[in-house]
């Protein structure tokens, strides 16, 4: 599976150099721990996404095989520890895609995306963005800072 979502991945980096379209702009401020585990888009936030502690977001990604654990830092950073079986897709190639390329490098847009960073910032930019192309389940869960989960290097 985490082959599958290196060549999505990739697939979205040469998306990314076919154009040259920015996201839609906004931005969002929900608190960390406003969710729950099981929110659904109809309990979305006004931007789109739901913020969650990082427990549900643990929760989640220990009981659904399908959640799909989205890591926006740089491949540098990545590169320093992530969580385990985490995508990197960095906060600037999402900025720079389109929808359609946001699609090409993700599962279907109904799919549980857990997104987070290093501090929770680029987490947000980038769950409001995924909202904003029509992602439906998003949900941000803050930063790697504070994760006390495992980390795979």
């Known amino acids: 599976m985490r082959k599958c979502f290196l060549v999505a991945a990739i697939g ?82 999402i900025e720079s895609a389109t929808e359609g390329g946001v699609s090409a490098g993700l599962p279907d847009k109904d799919a549980t995306i857990l997104v987070y960073c290093r501090s929770g910032r680029r987490a947000k930019a980038a769950a409001d963005m995924l909202a904003g192309y029509g992602f439906s389940h998003v949900l941000e869960f803050g930063g790697i800072q504070s994760w006390t989960g495992e980390i795979e290097r």
């Open 12 to 93: 979205i980096v040469v998306a990314m150099g076919v154009c040259g379209c920015g996201a839609r702009e906004g931005g969002s401020s929900t608190d960390a721990g406003s969710g729950s585990a099981s929110v659904h888009s109809d309990d979305m936030s006004e931007y789109g996404y739901e913020s969650i502690s990082q427990e549900e977001a643990r929760e989640l990604m220990s009981g659904d095989s399908d959640v799909v654990v989205l890591d926006v830092r740089t491949p540098e950073e990545y590169a320093g520890g992530h969580i385990p079986n985490a995508v990197n897709i960095p906060l600037d190639v």
